[in-house]
């Protein structure tokens, strides 16, 4: 990095120098010089720092109106209101269970999807063989 910096200084050192004096022609000083300076950064992993954890409001229409989920333990609010489960968080498939006094069958058990940012969360629910229902949440 320091050797990329130095080069890009030098560089625009020089393209600076050569806009100086001269013989008086149509040189201008003034002229912006063809060297740019640019920097490298190291691509940054997805911020998931967060998670799971947290607050989620769905954004379509779901019998959800808030989930919240601390560690391997989920609370829902709303027409379904109930507590749940969370299996295997930290893997690429995490599984949410509700367990709800009065069952939504269409919403028992779903595979966690957690956007790379972080900032969003989709819920593909357990369903017949075409697939189950979908709810996507943002964080609050």
């Known amino acids: 990095m320091r050797a990329a910096l ?5 560089g625009l050192a ?6 100086c004096g001269g013989d008086g022609g149509e040189q201008n000083a003034s002229a912006p ?23 989620w409001k769905p954004i379509n229409d779901s019998p959800i109106a808030t989930l919240k989920i601390t560690g391997t333990t989920a ?3 709303g027409r379904l209101a109930c507590p ?26 779903g595979t966690l999807e957690l956007k790379p940012d972080g ?11 075409w697939g189950g229902m979908v709810d996507s ?4």
Request: with cysteine; charged share 20%; aromatic share 2%.
């Open 6 to 10: 130095t080069v890009t200084a030098l």
């Open 14 to 19: 020089a393209g600076l120098l050569s806009g």
């Open 33 to 55: 010089s063809s060297t740019t300076a640019t920097t490298s950064t190291t691509p940054e992993k997805p911020a998931k720092a967060e998670g799971l954890a947290g607050t």
């Open 75 to 77: 609370e829902t609010t």
């Open 84 to 109: 749940g489960t969370v299996a295997g968080a930290d893997s690429a498939k995490p599984v949410l269970t509700l367990n709800c006094a009065t069952p939504d069958e269409s919403r028992k058990r």
């Open 119 to 129: 900032s969003a969360l989709v819920i593909t629910w357990d369903g017949q063989a």
């Open 137 to 140: 949440f943002k964080r609050t």
